[in-house]
């Protein structure tokens, strides 16, 4: 008889409600719950793909050894984390803690309990070195936030702006912009009925952008350049906010200087935009009192990413585009709580000029981690000053970071690789020992991950509707396992992003080494830190909205003397060198610019391989203009050569009207890093592959350009069978 449980989405921080039914151990279908108070019965392709992953299609059922033939054999978890253990405290022994190094990725960001583990265990060995998922695509945010500072109350969402401005994100697909947004097409269609102006920008005519009043379609990697423009603009026109930047803004005379070569010509020209275009989003953003403009991966993975971030918050904070006095705050924190309600600056901290540096570079940790752009130095490393091994939580360098010839070698050239994983990927592919672990429907759960990120203060605890396998742990109890081991108590506090576990304030548990904590109970004391707990949220599967946890912002009292560092010397240096960069180097061998998008069925490399996502999705497309297809005699299917500086893939073209032209766009994560393997481009054209880790990174956060990639398109000849078998 089947059995249907209320839980919710763990794929992405929407978390979106879902009715399970389940007979057996077997998931026979997912729909979405409309009693969720969140998301209303909205749930979208991905938390359908969930229960392909669940029945057990591409993923692990058991942990695994590498033998002495070098091939991957299932070991008893227990046996595994034996070896592991023995083979960590060798290498610390004798080259000390700095010689372990952890990665970890979207898998573990949405297990909240294994976040915080993850953390507290990694404290205990004494190594800095964390890298993760964020510094492959966002780590620019991380450095504008670090040079320019940040407003304490945050910004205006969707439900609450009268101007919302999109950089280079598509929110109707990833759920995320700015804020997390649960059906994101209808709360953005709601928004515009209420009044709501939208502006986006983007190359592409997303999804998003189909709802945009405005809708700049600049040419990639010209974001600074815009930013550039518009801040000229605003204060020439005088439609900046003066008050705010009088009393939280240092550095607007600096930034005046700096972006006075950019006028509407140069920057029309340079973006491949109209003046009255970019007149029009300065007048529109400018036009509304709640206004923000926010930013996703397409500024962060491309040209200037550094530069064009710090100047699209700046635009924002010289604009007053934050929450001010008697603005409403949706949530301030149900479970832990701390969500500033005052207006106030967290001040500049550039955190990377001091604490432990990397081995390669003179570099030190954003936010508590370092940049993956930098794993594959550390791990050659300088002669014995090197990682030697790497813990890989939830996450897949081996294809996230780019650069697959260098980024391969690296991890294969580890003396101890071990990933912590429920689905078979490039990386468990070459490590030493792989941990299968549970599944969402398997395991206790709640959302404290997300507890201040959310726009409203929504509280869920999940308990498992199925039985994990008998090889198959939870992330938290390998580090515990690995803590015991070691002799030493594993202290967990509440799951944070951007901090290492000695910056996360708050409480802390200490787990008995001696006897196996109780999943539940550990929950039971996370949730029970702030305004809701444990039982009250145990008794409603569908969550709970915690209407307390909403309040008003506050002004500001006493001058504390923080600012916001509108233009700090380093990004007058950057304006600088991007003004005197306007002819790309690569522009005439390489005239078309390669931009990365998001799939609906698919987040990061997860689902890649669901036969679902596969029998809509069966190759990696690359969209091209179909002015540009015609010019170079390319037709939908077509398989052509997309040659970068760095590297070649094989696609297959597809015509997308909504691309500007001298653009393609394909899907970040797909396909194999070793071109040996899909030769012909039919399992995935793998875009990494034009991505060079040497020759093409930013300063300070050594981000190599993933985005906005130079590329040479070539039509591939039809193999006569493939000609007559299309007839």
Known sequence: MSHTSQTICRNCPSLCGLLVETEGNKVLSIRGDKKSPLTSGYFCPKGSASMELHN??????????????????????????????GELERIIRRYGPGAVAMYYGTGVNNHSLGHSAMKAWFHLIGSPYVFSSMTVDQSAKWVACGRLGTFATGKYDIGSADVLMVVGANPAVSHVGGYPISNPSNSIRQARKRGLKLIVVDPRLSETARFADLHLQIRPGEDATLFASLIKLVLEKGTFDRDFCARFAVGLDDLRRSVAPFDLAYAADRCGLSIEK????ADLFCSGRRKSAFSGTGPDMSTDSNLAEHLIETFNAICGGYRRAGDRIGNTGPLFGGVPTQEQ???????WETG?????????????EYSSGLLPDEIFGDGENKIRALLVVGGNPAKAIGDPDKTLSALKSLDLLVTLDFRPTETTALSHYVVATSLPYERHDFTGIYDPLLSVPFAHVAVPILCRPPNVIDDWEAFWGLAKRMGKTLTLKRPLFGASHSQIPGPELELDVSTKPNTADIIRWMTSQGATNYDELLSRPEGIIVKSCQGQVTPATVDDGARLNLCPADVISDLTDLRRSGDDEHASDYPF????????????????NA????RRNPVNSAFMNVLDMKALSIEDGDSIEIASPYGMVV????????LRQGVVSMTHGWGSPDASNDADGTRGAF????????????SISWMPRQSAIPVRITRRERPPAEVSSNQ
């Open 56 to 85: 057990g299609e591409d993923r692990l059922l058991s942990s695994a050894a590498r033998d002495h033939r070098g091939k991957l054999a299932n070991m008893p978890v227990e046996q595994a984390l034996d070896r592991i253990h």
């Open 278 to 281: 970019i007149e029009q989003a």
């Open 345 to 351: 600056v967290f001040p500049p901290h550039r955190s």
């Open 356 to 368: 432990p540096k990397c081995k390669t570079a003179d570099i030190g940790p954003m936010y508590g």
């Open 593 to 608: 610019r390669l931009v990365v998008r998001r799939m609906l069925e698919a987040m990061n490399s997860a689902y890649n």
């Open 611 to 614: 036969t679902r996502t596969r």
């Open 651 to 658: 696609g297959r073209a597809k015509a997308d009207s909504g």
């Open 687 to 698: 875009s990494g592959r034009l991505v060079s880790l040497v020759k093409d990174r930013q």
